[in-house]
């Protein structure tokens, strides 16, 4: 396991590939930063937001 500390405006996950990407948040991510993530994942990418009060942008837990 690899931790990167940026911004999520300066997450490149096409840098990753064959990887998972788990998002940690300290607050809730604005809905900018949560369609980032969900065009992310339908590209192909696998990215896991992870916040006590959120699920991954796919659906998921």
Do not use: K, Y
């Amino acid at each position: 396991m690899d931790i990167l500390a940026h911004s999520l405006n300066q997450l490149r996950p096409e840098l990753f590939p064959e990887s998972t990407l788990m998002v940690w948040c300290g607050e809730a991510p604005c809905s900018t930063q949560v369609n980032q993530m969900r065009l992310w994942e339908q590209q192909g990418q696998i990215i896991w937001l992870n916040h006590a009060t959120a699920t991954s942008p796919g659906g998921g837990a």
